[in-house]
T-cell receptor
Framework: DAGVTQSPTHLIKTRGQQVTLRCSPK?????VSWYQQALGQGPQFIFQ???????QRGNFPDRFSGHQFPNYSSELNVNALWLGDSALYLC?????????????FGEGSRLTVL | AQSVSQHNHHVILSEAASLELGCNYS??????LFWYVQYPGQHLQLLLK??????LVKGIKGFEAEFIKSKFSFNLRKPSVQWSDTAEYFC?????????????FGRGTSLIVHP
């Protein structure tokens, strides 16, 4: 049973660039949440996608956007990167939006902005 | 919105020592509580959870946690740690009163167990 997979695992960008991160949820899951984990911090909620729509959003600027595809996979896009966006980006999947406490995480995409 | 405090940021123990990691959330109401663990090089995974009922919850690998509603706390315990328990531990709270169902995570506690 495939767990949550994320790509790429590591990437380096420069300030002002844009990045796209990808996530495939655990088999059978239809909801994807994205988290940002800065060094030494816990995961911070960015947004959640269900039925191809953004359902909830954390305290992140509009530079952070996403998409969910019909097969439930998801993308996180970040525009106009700045140094503070350097972090581990985690994707978590679950079944339905009401059960998001039981999350299954991927190993993350580590973004470094120079 | 809820906030979660994990007061112990770094804990170093010898094998067989007892472990207690603190977790407090900011205010009352109906909450679900979780502990997640991240072993070196691995993804975050659920260790245990509390939804309702018996406030003493048992999880995997001999871990347990006690929900004390009056103290807004959900401390994680293990009577005898092993070297393989070396990991990052994250407490998370989901506040059901707001209807968002999104868990808020603490900043984590790094546990190192010496053999």
């Amino acid at each position: 049973d495939a767990g949550v997979t994320q790509s790429p695992t590591h990437l380096i960008k420069t300030r002002g660039q844009q990045v796209t991160l990808r996530c495939s949820p655990k088999s059978g899951h239809d909801t994807v949440s994205w988290y940002q984990q800065a060094l030494g911090q816990g995961p911070q909620f960015i947004f959640q996608y269900y039925e191809e729509e953004e359902r909830q959003r954390g305290n992140f600027p509009d530079r952070f956007s996403g998409h969910q595809f019909p097969n439930y996979s998801s993308e996180l896009n970040v525009n106009a990167l700045w140094l503070g966006d350097s972090a581990l980006y985690l994707c978590a999947s679950s079944l339905g939006t009401g059960n998001t406490g039981e999350l299954f995480f991927g190993e993350g995409s580590r973004l470094t902005v120079l | 919105a809820q906030s979660v405090s994990q007061h112990n940021h770094h804990v170093i123990l010898s094998e067989a020592a007892s472990l207690e990691l603190g977790c407090n959330y900011s205010y009352g109401g109906t909450v679900n509580l979780f502990w997640y663990v991240q072993y070196p090089g691995q993804h975050l995974q659920l260790l245990l959870k509390y939804f309702s009922g018996d406030p003493l919850v048992k999880g995997i690998k001999g871990f347990e946690a006690e929900f004390i509603k009056s103290k807004f706390s959900f401390n994680l315990r293990k009577p005898s740690v092993q070297w393989s328990d070396t990991a990052e531990y994250f407490c998370a709270v989901r506040d059901l009163s707001g209807g968002s169902y999104i868990p808020t995570f603490g900043r984590g506690t790094s546990l190192i167990v010496h053999p």
